[in-house]
């Protein structure tokens, strides 16, 4: 409850991980990657890529998810447990629900 | 159709066979269930009285079995643990401060795994077992479940009926069931349950889903069931009956359900109910809502039930009312009073159409004549 | 220590009066919250019990009309809900509330006022669905809502999908405060594996909760927008499916079934160690298997679904999952018989509650695994054998755990000892009563007998009539029971004898403070050595591992344990989350008359009551909430 | 773990681990959306289907709710450096961005209607309008907590030094910014392939 005890170990912190933090510099690079990115998802409407387009959809989405949550959201810098919340959190809904889909894929003829 | 022999180990009627031989190994503990099956009615999980109920019987009795001995099991280490270390009056000792044990651990750890093992492996057996389709000659009856009836079909003749579902013996009986459709009903579609607990266990109807249930029964007999899925407000009063005959005697209901319905003499008070049925004025005629097929035209689903050969049946509305003229000419007279119904605000159910007595009267009789 | 109440110190704009009734309206200590939940509990336990009284009345014999079906369907219906979401698991969030910093030796939870939240919206979305009594009728769908019954106006459910979606709001944000308390708010020392069982529970009751309600969120707003706005989730007619509701709900529906029983679970692996003067047995396997059977517990669903729609191999995966939840439950049973052998049981009402718990519950338990069986379940589905096993986890398990935490904590909240006498009469009645009512409803379902009946179909037979007669007699001694307890509860709050701070030889943090806690709960946060730090202080070990009493203060050295501090910074009353809260009614109503103005007014009401809260600093005398971490925000 | 008494046990920023927790739901609460959204792709009750999407168009607004988590990530990273200034015109430059994209939202919304497709009109519309409809909500509130912050900033209520404040506001607003990269791809992208 009380803070007092907390500043210094905290104000340590910070400065331990400042020089960790990107610089703007970056983020705008960052971001420029991630343009480059979406300009390609959203080539697949324009172009043709066949049988490639799904696979190259879901890498790049993959892609795009783990730069904004490790440069933006600090992922990469932070505690390793914010992390683990997170992903936790994605893979049980991934799991569950791929397995709820699944059930009515399976019975689609029953 | 032809009647099928039923060999000791030939298709389903193996399963039958089988699941008896195998429950007489379980006396003891079948035991218990046989003496409260003899002392009650007839709509009993604990009497199965065919293979798609005999099947899963056997596996929860064996499985029954080793839930008696893990609980006497663990009540009796509870209740001993509990006597033996109480605390004495006046005894003010220490016990000594233990933290666990390892090897406790894994041993009941493992041993409730490898007990669950072993019941897994029949239960997934079985799962396929009663959800297969049968092999062999099979009779098809569709089932649709409405608030608060279910109907019948047969496709390979035709017939539609209510409430009560006439199957020959010894022959496996697959359904195919779905809830209202919704093309001829205000009913827009809820989830019931068919179940007779001693010919099967229950299987869901589900709107925009067909679900399949296969049962049979070994001995002729009325089997009695009900909708097993909460519904709504009538759900209690819908209620199943299968009644199960030789197979002659099957298809001689089956040539009396595809004869066109009688059509009275002219003149007759059975003939002004006739008239009745099709038309009564300004107020919705009966013939909206059901269908009393006289041979011509397509005989077709209707809204309530086929009244075709409403009088080849023992009980009506749901199967909650036995069918005589008294009650019939109640059920007319107010429907909502002999089933509470949602019609007014739903549009489910049968309205009261507020008949005059001559009205009751004629259509009673007329609705009679209809065997 | 130079203060220990800066409270009474501090001039403040807010309510500041400790007493009366807007002290409790304003409260946000924890403890204070943990009272309000647990009357409010009680209230609506009487509510619930009264509902089921009445089912029982109208089945005590075949084709009675003591309730016309309209009346029944929305008793049990009622009954349902009201028992799960606003008797079990506030039930459990009055004791995590009360115990949680307590036990770890903190002062507050991580965010006293998202507590206080959290309680309002409890409360509210409780009057709102009782509240529809009086407007058109209650719920009639069933607890768990099935489409598209429910999305039909006559079953009133669109009550039941917002209420819910309220309660469902409450029980996030306190899985949420709790998650943080237990992982940030530790005091030195208390490592994760010297945390008392309880705080375990807790942890993984919170996970569950955190994950499973966003689940319900949906599936609730879906029904909702079905109902009342006419979407077209689940309406066969245009291609909806029904089974996509039914995986939505068990997806959370299961987890939820151990959301109520993990935190008795907790309770009882506290009062078991005590009263045999034990370390609880396997305190590894038990945390673990905890945290086993909430995960999965997450992969079981389906078992609800047996009978559904759904084909022989999700039947079969799920038959087999749903079996080996056994093993991890299995653990913790047989440690906590491993706790008591070898001890000096005192069987004092909390402990006989607590036994109970582990031989109750094994029974609802055995049914559980039966269930599992498929091609049986289908017999057993929707009958009163699924009663029969749900009412003994539920009430054999689950009420009966968290009423042995009522008579072993209450000397805590109130520095009274609650009468054994009559806590004994309390435990046997109740354990007669229920067996007597529930017992009976296992030989009537697999009679035959389907749930959701508003009459007792008379061509059932005499035998299931009788198994009626018995359960509907059960009811009648568990009410006698009930009020035995709760004049015990009344009677010992104002005349109780006294117990000091530690009546039970207790093993945990929470018994080394003040009977009853001071509001900041200890004036020195303890500096924790090891799991059951009290006793520890308390006993020193003889060569033969028996315990051997140590003279007060003499085995720990005071000044280590920490917060020296100088003025301890208790978080201050605050009006703002009744405030925000209140703007939930308006909306839930606007939600369900399809009324947008009231919707606006809610919205509205409740952004500004969000401003309102985050500018009001946290504690008066701070101009601001601090500027760095580990303050209690929100 | 034996803490030199700080003031949590994980020396950890109890709001950002609350934060973190709760987006952890939100993943849930997202992915039940999504799946009824699959299962209901081709269920259009003979009304419009996916082939009513406006790719072009929700590229433009895709990319401008993206870059705005570069303005809120150059947001934080100012208030980090004690430059309020800056921070409260990268802010306002988030919500900018975020009104875009709402209006973008609405836009589209209004022009499905008038093709016909409208929440009541098949389990396709319904999960379509509830998934998007949902994440509209979600950057409606970030853009009411950013115009917050922006505000509180100003009144001197968000000082210096408490950028925690900010990073709080950045996380939400990132994370709604993840889920829409996931609906952009699995909601419209990946279904267009088939048109
Ligand atoms: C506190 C709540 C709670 C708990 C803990 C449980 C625990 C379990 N439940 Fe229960 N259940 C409900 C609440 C709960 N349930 C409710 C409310 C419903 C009905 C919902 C509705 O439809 O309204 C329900 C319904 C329900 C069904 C669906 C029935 C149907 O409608 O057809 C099933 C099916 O599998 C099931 C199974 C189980 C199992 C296997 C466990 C297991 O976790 C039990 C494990 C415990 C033990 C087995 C005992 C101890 C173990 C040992 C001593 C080890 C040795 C044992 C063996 C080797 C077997 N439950
Ligand atoms: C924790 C949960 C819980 C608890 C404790 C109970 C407690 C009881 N339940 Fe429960 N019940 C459910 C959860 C619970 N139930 C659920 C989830 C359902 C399914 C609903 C559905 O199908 O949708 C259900 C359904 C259900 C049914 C099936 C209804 C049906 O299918 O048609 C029945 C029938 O007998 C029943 C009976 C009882 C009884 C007699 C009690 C008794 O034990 C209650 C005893 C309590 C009292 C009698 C309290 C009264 C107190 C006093 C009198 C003291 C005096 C107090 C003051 C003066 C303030 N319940
Ligand atoms: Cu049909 Cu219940
Ligand atoms: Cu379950």
New interface residues.
């Given amino acids: 409850m009380s803070t007092t005890g907390g500043t210094a170990a905290e104000t340590a912190e910070h400065e331990e991980h400042a020089g960790h933090h990107p610089t703007p510099q970056e983020y705008v690079r960052i971001a420029l990657i991630l343009a480059a990115l979406t300009a390609l998802e959203v080539s697949t409407y324009y172009f043709e890529f066949g049988a490639a387009a799904i696979p190259l959809l879901i890498a790049l989405m993959v892609i795009k998810f783990v730069m904004v949550a490790g440069f933006f959201m600090h992922l990469r810098f932070d505690t390793k447990l914010f992390g683990r919340f997170m992903y936790t959190g994605l893979g049980f809904a991934v799991v569950l629900y791929t397995a709820t889909l699944l059930i009515f894929v399976v019975d689609a003829n029953q | 159709m032809t009647r099928k022999h039923l060999t000791a180990d030939g298709g389903t009627g193996g399963a039958s066979g089988r699941g008896r031989r195998r429950a007489r190994r379980f006396v003891p503990l079948a035991g218990l269930a046989v003496l409260l099956a003899a002392c009650s009615g007839e709509q009993n999980a604990l009497a199965p009285a065919g293979p798609f109920a005999q099947g899963p019987q056997d596996l929860i009795v064996w499985v029954f079995g080793i839930a008696v001995v893990v609980f006497v099991l663990v009540q009796g280490l509870i209740l001993y643990t509990s006597w033996r270390y109480r605390r004495r009056e006046g005894d003010d000792s220490m016990p000594e401060q233990v933290h666990g044990n390892t090897k406790l651990e894994i041993v009941w750890t493992l041993i409730p795994a490898m007990i669950l093992a072993a019941i897994a492996v029949p239960t997934v057996q079985l799962i396929f077992e009663q959800m297969d389709e049968p092999e062999g000659d099979v009779l098809t009856v569709e089932v649709i479940g409405h608030r608060w009836w279910f109907e019948y079909y047969y496709p390979d003749y035709d017939i539609y009926t209510a409430n009560e579902m006439a199957i020959p013996t010894d022959m496996p009986v697959r359904l195919e069931m779905t809830a209202t459709d919704l093309a001829r009903s205000p009913d827009l579609g809820v989830i019931h349950s068919f179940w007779i607990p001693r010919l099967a266990g229950k299987q869901d109807l589900v709107p925009g889903h067909t679900t399949y249930l296969n049962l049979q029964a070994d001995e002729p007999g009325r089997y009695l069931g009900q909708c097993a899925e909460y519904c709504g407000l009538s759900h209690v009063n819908m209620r199943a009956r299968v009644v199960a005959m030789e197979m002659a005697d099957f298809e001689t209901w089956v040539a009396e359900q595809q004869a066109p319905a009688a059509v009275p003499a002219a003149g007759t008070l059975e003939a002004r109910g006739r008239e009745l049925f099709g038309d009564l004025g300004a107020r919705q005629a009966c013939a909206s809502c059901h269908q009393v097929w006289e041979g011509e035209g397509l005989r077709g689903p209707a809204q309530g039930p086929d009244l075709t050969h409403l009088w080849s049946r023992e009980e009506f509305a749901g199967a909650i009312h036995d069918l005589t003229p008294e009650n019939l000419r109640a059920w007319l007279a107010d429907p909502n009073s002999m089933k509470p119904m949602q019609y007014e605000v739903n549009g489910i159910g049968m309205p009261n159409l507020n008949l005059t007595d001559d009205e009751l009267d004629a259509l009673t009789a007329y609705l009679e004549t209809l065997d | 220590m130079a203060s220990t109440t800066a409270a009474a110190e501090t001039p403040r704009l807010r309510p500041s009066k400790p007493t009366g009734f807007l002290s409790w309206v304003a409260t946000t200590d924890h403890k204070r919250i943990g009272i309000l939940y647990f009357w409010t509990v009680l209230a609506f336990f009487f509510i619930g019990g009264v509902e089921s009284s009445l089912i029982r009345a109208q089945l005590a014999q075949a084709e009675l009309s003591v309730l ?3 009346i029944y ?1 929305q008793m049990f219906t009622m009954h349902g809900i009201t028992m799960v979401f606003l008797v079990v698991m506030p039930f459990a969030a009055a004791f995590f509330n009360y115990l949680l910093p307590l036990m770890i030796g ?3 939870v ?2 006293p006022r998202l507590n206080a939240f959290s309680y309002w919206f409890y409360l509210f979305g409780g009057i709102f669905l009782y509240s529809s009594f009086f407007l058109g009728g209650a719920p ?3 607890w768990v809502g ?1 489409a ?2 429910s ?5 009133n459910m669109a009550f039941y999908a917002v209420g819910i979606q309220i309660l469902g709001v409450s029980s ?1 944000a306190s ?3 709790f ?2 308390t237990i ?10 594996m010297r945390m008392p069982m309880f705080v375990w529970m807790t942890l993984t009751t919170s996970f569950l909760l ?6 319900i ?3 609730l ?2 029904l909702q ?1 079905d109902a009342v ?5 689940f ?10 509701y039914q ?2 709900f068990w ?1 959370f529906g299961h987890p939820e079934v151990y959301i109520m029983i993990l935190p008795a679970m907790g309770i009882v692996s506290e009062v078991m160690p005590t009263f ?4 609880l ?5 038990m945390a673990f298997a905890g945290a086993a059977i909430g995960f999965i517990g ?2 079981v669903w ?1 078992h609800h679904m047996f ?10 995966a799920f ?2 999952a749903t ?2 939840i ?2 991890p439950t ?2 913790k ?3 906590w ?2 706790t ?8 004092t009402t909390a402990m006989l509650f607590s ?1 109970g718990f ?2 109750m519950f ?2 609802g338990g ?2 559980g ?2 269930h ?12 009163y054998f699924v009663v029969a096993h749900f009412h003994y986890v539920l009430f054999g398990g689950a009420l009966f755990g968290l009423i042995s935490g009522v008579y072993y904590w209450f000397p805590k909240v109130t520095g009274r000892l609650m009468n054994e006498k009559l806590g004994k009469v309390h435990f046997w009645t109740w354990l007669f009563g229920f067996n007597l009512t529930f017992g009976p409803m296992h ?1 009537s379902g ?3 007998q ?6 007792l ?1 008379g ?6 009539e009788l198994y009626n007669l018995l359960s509907s007699l059960g009811v009648v001694v568990l009410a006698i029971s009930a009020s035995i307890f709760l004049y015990n509860l009344i009677r010992s709050i104002r005349s109780g004898e006294a117990s000091g701070d530690d009546p039970w030889d207790a093993r945990t943090i929470e018994w080394m403070t003040a009977t009853p806690p001071k509001h ?1 709960n200890f004036d020195v946060i303890p500096v924790v050595t090891s799991r059951d730090e009290f006793w520890h202080r308390k ?1 020193a ?1 003889s060569e ?5 009493a140590v003279p007060v203060g003499a085995s720990v050295d005071e000044e280590s344990d ?2 020296h ?7 201050d009353p605050s009006l703002w989350p009744a405030i925000h809260t209140l703007g939930v009614l308006p909306l839930g109503y606007g939600l369900v008359y399809a009324n947008w103005l009231l919707v606006g007014i809610g919205a509205v009401w409740m ?1 500004a009551g969000m ?1 309102g809260w ?2 009001e600093p946290l504690a008066e005398g701070d101009d ?1 909430e ?9 | 773990m034996t803490a030199v008494a700080p003031s949590t046990s994980m020396g950890l920023d109890s709001r950002k681990l609350g934060m973190w927790t709760f987006l952890a739901s939100e993943f849930l609460f997202f992915g039940a959306f999504v799946s009824a959204y699959l299962l209901y792709i081709d269920e259009t009750n003979g009304g419009p289907g996916i082939e009513i999407f406006d790719i072009p168009f929700t590229s433009v607004s895709s990319f401008v709710l993206l870059m705005s988590s570069l303005t809120m990530v150059l947001a934080h990273n100012s208030h980090v450096r004690g430059d309020l200034r800056r921070m409260r015109l990268w802010t306002l430059a988030t919500a900018g961005q975020g009104m875009v994209f709402l209006g973008g939202q609405v836009y589209e919304f209004t022009v499905f209607y008038r093709e016909g497709l409208d929440l009541t009109q098949s389990p396709f519309a319904s999960s379509f309008f509830f998934l998007t409809g949902f994440h509209g909500a979600h950057v409606a509130i970030g853009v009411l907590l950013l115009l917050g912050l922006y505000s509180l900033s100003l009144t001197g209520k968000v000082k210096v030094g408490q950028d925690v404040k900010t990073e709080m506001v950045g996380l939400y607003w990132h994370f709604v910014d993840i889920i829409w990269v996931i609906i952009f791809t699995v909601v419209y992208l990946i279904p267009e392939l088939r048109v």
Wanted: charged share 10%; no cysteine; hydrophobic share 50%.
């Fill in positions: 016309t079906p309209e369907n903190a002062r507050d991580a965010f009639n769908g069933s099935y598209p019954l999305t039909n106006a006559v079953s996030l899985a949420i405060n998650i943080v992982i940030n708010m530790r005091a030195p020392g208390m490592t994760f955190l994950f499973a309600v966003p689940i969120a949906v599936a707003f879906m927008f706005f006419n979407a077209q989730f309406q066969p007619a245009s291609g909806g499916d029904p089974i996509l995986h939505l997806l045999s003067r034990k370390p047995f396997g305190y590894a396997a997450f992969g389906a009978t559904s729609a759904i084909g022989p191999v999700p039947r079969s038959a087999v079996m080996f056994a093993v299995g653990i049973i047989f440690n018989v491993f008591m052998w070898g001890g000096r049981i005192r069987f036994v582990v031989s094994t029974i055995l049914s695994v039966m599992a069986i498929v091609p049986h379940n289908a017999q057993q589905h929707d009958t030989m697999l009679l035959g389907p749930r959701r009946t508003a009459v179909p061509e059932l037979g005499a035998t299931v900041h006993y070990e033969e591992g028996i315990p051997v920490a917060g501090d100088e003025h301890i910074h208790m978080p952004v401003f985050i500018i601001d601090p500027a760095v971490a580990g303050a209690a925000a929100h």
